[in-house]
């Protein structure tokens, strides 16, 4: 039996704004708890809530960026169930009139590209946090901490159509979203802090079956890794389990990352019940024509468009230019020293900054805007190979020294303090081409004699002797030439 | 369309009234009979009317004031204490519940 | 001077006496808080602190004597439970909040508070403001002055009952679907219910929220304009509340520009027919079964006194008023099931004693802190939001809502100028009447309800008395309905005939 997987992801981004959705309290990280939810977060008697507008003016650049529409008429509903982290017991959500409707987001699977079409987004309320310690309640039992600092966070939940395929386009697409709520500055992506969190909706069906086979919804994944894995045995296990003569039920679980695996919460029957109605304490939201412009206007370019651009501008392979525009910080980084270069060379400037600098900022824990090297350092840098001062393995040695800071993170000082100039002289590099030669008559011999391996050989020993800075291309074509005269 | 016993019971759960036998069964007899007092409602013709959730947008137009991003609550403990005065359970600047298990 | 309240025919007079230091108001405040005790069997305050009392005297005293005093200095007033306080507990009339105390006050108390008025308390009212005889209080019912065995009307009874028996000069209330004006009909004071929006719901603890509006209730339409324009105004805390009223910036001096522009209209007017011009719409709706002779009788006179004032009756009608009825018992219920979800026992009011888990505790703590009415209409509201139900239920209602809205659109201004009418079928009922029978007393909302639906003002003058069970004559309430944001004409055209009336003078107890 050939199955296909079926995946929709639900993302709720917590939006970047001062303060909570309903009230003026801050919605700062890290506050000592309950020290951040004011009345009316906490739901005393009499309060009411009143929207912030930042928190709306981020829900339509989102749905800017994603070619959605921004809708001109939007409601807000109560979405009823008991939860001791919700004060209301009701969440202030949209239902049937969501702030953005449709959309979609193209990004890359290995080399393929992809489009996923996005069904929603809405504006909603963030819950407060349980803290699962083993208090002891009023009368001895056995208790739960409750702490309402994140209650009334502004939340924008973006839904996709189910149209994913695999795990890894699932994570290709959560990556991309992850990258682009935080190019649009909406959304700071802290997942560690709970700022983006996804839940995946999975379900199978044999090939060619046009009904979706039942689904089970995994909830708030916070990260990449654990949503990979969460949907690879959450499928394993419905086959599994429909190949056994089983029935897939609909349920809620949660991903376990210790024994990875998912399993089922306990479940309520009566959990779907939630009898949303438009919250009467707050009109329509109207979103007039006027503010979506100015909006429009204000916001910076986005990936697509400057993926494009990389493309056709610098000539970069689409995957390429994807990678390098998976923040903005990264893109700015890209074109900046792309800018200091001599024309034609973004093709380096674009290895470079996938490679070199990428790899040292993951190994380093730190993040494009933390980076040491600046732009102009590294273009000067890549200047140096340009004009054969050094060699692309020497540059590798010269930009960790720059990292370091060593002689004021300046390429040319390193290279001179370090006498890291390359040797392009022929006549120096076939003076130490001789000497290997003479001390290696065995493998000349082997070669000529057909034995072509110990080029390399031959060619390392040259570079050691040269210490590296030989000019590697002269010296491959200078041995060669020896060689074969 | 009269409740039944399991409807009661549902309903019940649902709004968190824990009830006993004999108040469910009350409380089922005065729903029916508040169900036939408001029955009325079904039989009239209210096609191409909308519903009026806003009374003020029956005269004009009703919208949604949006207020600025800016902070205007103090960070405190001395205002947490106060918030949290009425608490019945509360340890370290916590609410205190039953153990939730998920 | 003597300080009873029942000596000062005006909120006006008590503030010329107070202003002008005949009086001081912490003697004021004293001889109230002790006219309260003498009074403890008419059950009208659920809690009562003297000390928070005479502090806001004593700093009244002290503004008093500056002579740049608020318009309201020294004016003792309370609030009904349902509007929170500093200081006092806020029950709502319910166990569950026995012994809440708020860390806010709610919008309308501060407005108060700042125009200087003394809070002499806090009011009994039905449970979380659900009922019309204050019969649903878990501190005990209210009583009527008139008829201590007779109901004051609910759910702000005692708010009535307290200006009726002069405990205060003002109180507040609050109206979803009639209990400002029915009590204060019923107790023979003046109330009025604005229109919705016209006043901030901030810090009033919710019952219905697209119904609920604030409202005071004092002797005349004169003293409800004091304390109305006070209360008033855009609060930006209330999203629901309006930032302006036809145009017209929503704040305090509104009502009473209103009021005073409609008074100079009046008075400019031929002499004897001030209100020449008026037209008084009549619904015949009405006056069909079900409303008590004595009630049509009082109210008919009334609407003749108003033609010798010189205003027209104009016949019409308002054919969706029977179904006011269940519209509003489906959607106030929706809402109340949702707003009273917050009563958990988690951070604040009555938590049980025992309990197993999570659920079993907000399970209990809210079946042992209810009572049953609120119970009821828990359950019911929370029947028609529920799946499948919602579009025949709730939907219905609101939609029918709308009808009822345009019913009223369609003859205000077209057809009539103000409506008037009964407010309540009967006079007031004797306690513990019709208390097998929780839906008999909702059919007496008929008058109320669909101003709460549309959204419009109205208010209650007392117009004549009627018998109660007990043979004891009970107060009868004129119901004046007006069009969006026309508070101070309302009240300019109930102070026309207060005018030339006396039924509002007429205090419980004196003769």
Known sequence: MAWEIVIGLETHTQLSTQTKIFSGSSTRYGAQPNTQANEVDMALPGVLPVMNKGAVERAIRFGLAIGATVAPYSVFARKNYFYPDLPKNYQISQMDHPVVIGGSLSFFVGDEEKTINLTRAHLEEDAGKSMHDDFVGPHGESSTGIDLNRCGTPLLEIVTEPEMRSAAEAVAYAKTLHSLVMWLGICDGNMQEGSFRIDANVSVRPVGQKEFGTRCEIKNVNSFRFLERAIQYEVRRQIELIEDGGRVVQETRLYDSERDETRSMRSKEDAHDYRYFPDPDLPPLVIAQGWIDEVRASMPELPASLRARFVSDYGLAPVDAAQLTSSRALATYFEETVRALPAGQAKLAANWVMGEVSATLNREEKDIADCPVTAASLAALLGKILDNTISNKIARDVFAAMWLGENGGQPEAIIQAKGLTQINDAGAIEAMIDKVMADNATIVEEFRAGKVKGFNSLVGQIMKAARGKANPQQVNDLLKAKLES | MALTEQEIARIARLARLQLSPQQLTQAQTELNDILGLIQELQAVDTTGVEPLAHPLSAMTEVHLRLREDVVTETTSLARRDALMANAPGKRDGLFLVPKVID | ?511
């Open chain 3, 1 to 511: 001077m003597s300080q009873a309240l029942y000596t000062f025919p005006s909120l006006a007079s008590l503030r010329q006496a107070l202003q002008t230091r005949q009086l001081s108001a912490t003697e004021l405040a004293q001889e109230s808080l002790a006219e309260i005790d003498r009074t403890r069997a008419l059950n009208a305050f659920v809690h009562v602190d003297a000390e928070l009392t005479l502090a806001q005297a004593r700093q009244a005293d002290a503004l008093l004597a500056t002579g740049n005093a608020p318009a309201l200095t020294g004016i003792p007033i309370a609030h009904k439970d349902v509007f929170v306080t500093q200081g006092w507990r806020s029950t709502a009339g319910s166990n569950i909040l026995k012994n809440y105390v708020s860390p806010f006050d709610a919008t309308v108390v501060t407005r108060l508070l700042e125009a200087g008025a003394v809070s002499l308390g806090k009011l009994n009212c039905d449970e979380f403001a659900m009922g019309s005889g204050n019969e649903h209080s878990a501190f005990g019912p209210a009583r009527n002055p008139w008829d201590h065995q007779a109901v004051p009307g609910g759910s702000s009874g005692a708010s009535a009952a307290a200006v009726a028996a002069r405990l205060v000069m003002a109180s507040t209330g609050t109206d979803t679907g009639g209990s400002v004006r029915q009590p204060a009909a019923l107790c023979g004071v003046s109330g009025i219910k604005p229109t919705y929006g016209a006043v901030s719901r901030y810090g009033m603890i919710a019952y219905g929220s697209s119904l609920d509006q604030a409202g005071p209730i004092a002797p005349s339409a004169a003293d409800l304009l004091e304390l109305l324009d006070p209360m008033s105004g855009f609060d930006p805390r209330d999203s629901t509340s309006a930032e302006f009223c036809n145009g017209v910036a929503n704040a305090p001096g509104r009502i009473r520009a209103d009021f005073e522009r409609a008074q100079q209209q009046y008075s400019g007017g031929t002499a004897g027919q001030p209100l020449k011009g008026l037209r008084i719409g009549v619904p015949r709706e009405y006056f069909g079964a079900g409303l008590s002779n004595d009630v049509a009788t009082a109210v008919e006179s009334a609407l003749v006194q108003f033609e010798k004032l010189g205003a027209t009756r104009v016949d019409i009608s308002l054919p969706r008023t029977r179904l006011s009825i269940p519209a509003y018992y489906v959607i106030a219920p929706a809402e109340a099931s949702s707003n009273l979800s917050r009563y958990d026992g988690v951070r604040y009011g009555h938590r049980a004693d025992q309990y197993s888990d999570l659920e079993d505790m907000s399970g209990r703590s809210r079946a042992e802190g209810f009572g049953a009415e609120v119970q009821r209409r828990i359950l019911i509201g929370t029947y028609v939001l529920s799946h499948g139900y919602y579009d025949a239920y709730y939907l219905q209602a609101q939609r029918l809502r709308r009808m009822i809205a345009d019913d009223f659109r369609a003859v205000l201004s077209a057809q009539c100028d103000v409506i008037m009418g009964p407010v309540t079928p009967t006079v007031a009922k004797q306690l513990g009447v019709n208390n097998d029978d929780p839906t008999a007393d909702w059919l007496a909302d008929i008058y109320t309800l669909s101003l709460n639906l549309a959204g419009l003002p109205g208010m209650s003058i007392p117009c004549g008395f009627g018998a109660g069970a007990s043979g004891a004559p009970l107060p009868i309430g004129l119901q004046i309905i007006g069009n969006y944001f026309d508070e101070g004409r309302l009240l300019a055209v109930a102070h026309q005939y207060q005018q030339v009336s006396d039924w509002h003078q007429r205090i419980a107890g004196q003769k």
